[in-house]
């Protein structure tokens, strides 16, 4: 059973920075694709950005397209979203998911999905 842990969410004024973290624990051995999501109050979640564990793909929302930066540190079994320039539109619960498809675009839909952590929260601040 595959168990995710988001860290690293707070309370930000705009144009500020924050790193979000989100540790795997009881992964097997291949390849996966990690995805950052995001849910606003009364929105649905909304893809951000997602990487292979090997960290040789990855891909982003235009909305974040260099803002964001995603990473896997496999040493430590994290991925991690570098979040720069934030706006108050950036405020959300962010997850991260984990799936064994392939990265493609059908992994910008939640439903591709295997597992998720329970979330951490982005306040941005105008």
């Known amino acids: 059973q595959v168990q995710l842990k988001e860290s690293g969410g707070g309370s930000v004024q705009a144009g500020g920075s924050l790193t979000l973290s989100c540790g795997i624990f009881?992964?097997?051995?291949?390849?996966?694709?990690m995805g950052w999501f995001r849910q606003a109050p009364g929105k649905e979640r909304t893809f951000v950005a997602a990487?292979?564990?090997?960290?040789?793909?990855?891909m982003y929302a235009d909305a974040v397209k260099g803002r964001f930066t995603i990473s896997v540190d496999n040493s430590k079994n994290t991925v991690n979203l570098q979040m720069n320039s934030l706006t108050p539109e950036d405020t959300a619960v962010y997850y991260c998911?984990?799936?064994?498809?392939?990265?493609?675009?059908?992994?910008?839909?939640?439903?591709?999905?295997?597992?998720w952590g329970q979330g951490t929260q982005v306040t941005v601040s105008s």
């Open positions: 998911g984990v799936t064994t498809g392939r990265l493609t675009i059908a992994t910008m839909a939640p439903r591709a999905y295997s597992f």
């Open positions: 990487v292979t564990t090997s960290g040789s793909n990855s």
């Open positions: 009881g992964r097997g051995s291949g390849g996966y694709v």
